[in-house]
């Protein structure tokens, strides 16, 4: 019976203890990257490994460390909060050193300059200390306070002034952020003198805030509706000394210029980021809230996602990060304030291909990184900043055409239209004369026209054709159709009243529109439509076109026949295809457009687009007043109930497909039960 109780007790114990899946080479955690191919995160091979976890640093205990800083001699930092000091542990010689004890209360943020002094964000002393190391008796002085500043415009008297982190640029000036502080970094001159804020976050220009701004001042906004700007959480700084930022809510980092603007961003990322820091490679490493660490190239590319979340002291997870940092040979060194730990990871085969890749190409030694992206593709096909790396390596060396395909398969949209704006320009550059050519010869037409009349003998055969054609119904038809974009209000009344159309025709010029809708999704060229052909689902298309036009229809009309309108169901539906005529050409245009215009002249195709869909709603708006026979003021209300009324048919054809899927479900569910028992 005493042997049953031990079981059942080490059974027991079994069960509470916390399970993580371990991988098959016996990491704790998956590694991701981001594919804008995929648009969504994919597996890829590991990129890191944790070798070390220790809550030591030679004989000194850490205690709720909250940041961490590695200089360019490879001297780690550690605001060791706990413990009221900063720790500086050199990894060549194994030495720890102890700086600030006895001075510092609540040392939060620490930062080491290119000279080597020593900034500390102390919450305890309300202020950012400066620290400048004495190497003959080798040790660090205070030389230095960044307070709150007096009779500032900047602060009230009972403003808080809790300094958090701490960087300085190249420049020295230093940055401190402030827990709560809605304006910014506070910036200050290297002799303490504060002179403004940096880097503060702004609100999104979304239609409420909008319409509050205009509405409200800014006390009433903040006070009724909670609009303020989230304060910065935690701040880094490049290797070219330009300022990034994180924000608590904010998705990834925002990297700023000097003149305080976004200069860029990161493409994916957590919205609890605890620190963020640069590698050698001037890649950009961060660390979540949840222990995830990312590593994003200078542009903002996600390169690698792994880690995670562990309440066990699991190496290679954390309990709550709180700082991250990189040395010279790319290793990550993470802290947890919780578990007072400090970890340790080094890159793989294959992550150091990625940076090799990178650095080659930072060096502007081009044809060199392509061989290390090849590889690196060959590893892992889904891992699109290969392609992109690809693309740059091949647009470096003048081969446009390949960095075009390059750019396609990573979507970048921006590289794709420079490289084939150098492809477009080369093929000017070898047409030029053919196409100064064409221009005396169509010049030459003209003169000769002026006398012979050629294209008068030209429509000729044009004139024969329309003659005998015009003895088919459907012709008369559809020329009339067209006759409706010229002159609307006799077109829509002979449509109405004369019979000019018919249901047959009206449908097989809803099936054109329907192809130039799908020559412009399949055609049109990448730098103005991202999406793959493989991607183009038809059934959907097909749904995109064909049910919105019949819920207009049937909704437009049901409006119409409650509100007095004199057109029929067929009226409505020939109508309404005569308006989407101006979409039918606009399509084509645009696709053709699209094979020569870059980014840079989309403005172009962009008011083509806006201009065909403007006139569009024109000649339905149109339709409406004609066919139901309406001044403005009704016709604007029936085409808005219209809308409404078709939106909720939508609904209530998905109400009614949700509920038929459910009971055929249960009936298929009583049917295999009643098999299985028979």
């Known amino acids: 019976m005493k042997k049953l109780w031990i079981v059942v007790i080490f059974l027991s114990l079994l069960v509470l203890i916390p399970k993580t899946k371990v991988e098959a080479n016996g990491i704790t955690y998956s590694t991701f990257t981001y594919s804008q191919n995929q648009r969504r995160l994919v597996s890829t091979q590991d990129a890191y490994l944790p070798i070390s976890m220790t809550n030591a640093l030679g004989d000194l205990i850490l205690n709720a460390p909250e940041d961490i800083f590695i200089d360019k001699y490879d001297n780690i930092f550690i605001a060791d909060t706990g413990n009221k000091r900063v720790i500086r542990y050199d990894l060549q010689n194994d030495k720890t050193f102890i700086i600030g004890e006895g001075t510092l209360s609540q040392p939060k943020g620490v930062h080491v300059d290119i000279n080597g002094n020593l900034y500390v964000a102390d919450g305890g002393l309300r202020a950012g200390v400066k620290y400048s190391h004495n190497e003959e008796l080798d040790e660090y002085q205070l030389v230095q306070k960044y307070e709150k500043p007096i009779n500032s415009p900047y602060f009230k008297e009972e403003d808080p002034f809790n300094p ?46 909008i319409v509050r701004s205009l509405l409200f001042d800014q006390e009433q906004r903040r006070r009724w509706f909670k609009m303020i700007p989230p304060p910065v959480y935690n701040v880094g700084l490049d290797n070219n000394g330009l300022v990034i930022t994180v924000t608590k809510g904010q998705r990834g980092y925002l990297k700023l210029n000097i003149a305080n603007l976004v200069y860029s961003q ?20 961060a660390i979540g809230q949840d222990g995830r660490i990312y590593e994003y190239t200078d542009e903002g590319q996600l390169l690698f996602m792994f880690s995670g979340q562990n309440t066990s002291r699991q190496k290679g997870l954390f309990n709550s990060p709180s700082g991250i940092a990189v040395d010279s040979k790319n290793n990550i060194y993470a802290i947890d304030i919780k578990d007072s730990t400090l970890q340790i990871f080094t890159p793989t085969i294959f992550a150091d291909l990625v940076h090799a890749s990178i650095d080659y190409y930072q060096k502007g030694l081009y044809s060199k990184s392509k061989a290390p992206w090849e590889e690196v593709l060959r590893m892992n096909v889904l891992f699109d ?13 003048g081969n ?27 093929a000017l550059l070898k047409s ?49 159709n067209f006759y409706t974009i010229r002159k609307p209000a006799d077109g829509f009344y002979g449509i109405k009243r004369e019979k000019k159309s018919s249901n047959l025709t009206a449908f097989l010029m809803l099936l054109v529109f329907f192809i130039s809708y799908l020559m412009f999704i399949y055609l049109t060229k990448f730098t103005f439509n991202n999406r793959l052909v493989s991607e183009i689902n038809l059934f959907q ?105 078709a939106v909720m048919m939508l609904v209530m054809i998905l109400i009614v497909y949700i509920l038929l899927n459910e009971v055929i479900s249960v009936i298929l569910d009583i049917i295999k039960e009643v098999s299985s028992r028979g």
């Open 164 to 209: 958090a982190k701490i960087i300085t640029d190249n420049g020295g000036n230093v940055y401190i952020v402030l827990s709560g502080n809605i304006n910014g970094l506070a910036e200050f001159k290297n002799d303490g003198e504060f002179f403004g804020f940096f880097g503060g976050n702004r609100l999104p220009n979304t239609f409420d805030n």
């Open 432 to 480: 030029a004369a053919w196409i100064v050519y064409f221009l005396i010869g169509l010049i030459a037409f003209a003169i000769l026209n002026s006398f012979v009349k050629i294209t008068a003998y030209a429509k000729i055969p044009f004139k024969k054709a329309n003659q005998s054609l015009s003895n088919f119904k459907m012709y008369q038809e559809i020329k009339h």
């Open 541 to 645: 298309e097909i749904l995109k076109v064909f049910v919105p036009v019949g819920l207009w229809v049937i909704a437009n009309y049901l409006v119409s026949s409650i509100r007095e309108g004199e057109g029929k169901l067929s009226n409505v539906f020939q109508g309404t295809v005569v308006a989407l005529l101006p979409l039918t050409f606009t399509f084509p245009i645009l696709t053709m457009l699209s094979q020569i215009l870059t980014l840079n002249e989309g403005f172009l195709f962009t008011t083509l687009l806006y201009i065909g869909i403007g006139v569009t709603i024109l000649y339905l708006i149109l339709m409406v007043k004609e066919i139901h026979f309406y001044d403005m003021k009704p016709t604007v209300g029936n085409i808005l109930v219209s809308i409404f009324t």
């Open 400 to 426: 446009y055409s390949q960095a075009m395909h390059y750019y396609q398969l990573s979507r970048d949209v921006s590289g794709y239209s420079n490289a084939f704006w150098e492809v477009r320009n080369e």
């Open 266 to 285: 990161s493409n994916w990322g957590n919205e609890n980021l605890e620190d963020i820091t640069v590698g050698p490679y001037n890649t950009i490493f």
């Open 385 to 397: 900043v290969a392609n992109k790396g690809l693309g740059d390596a091949y647009y470096a060396e």
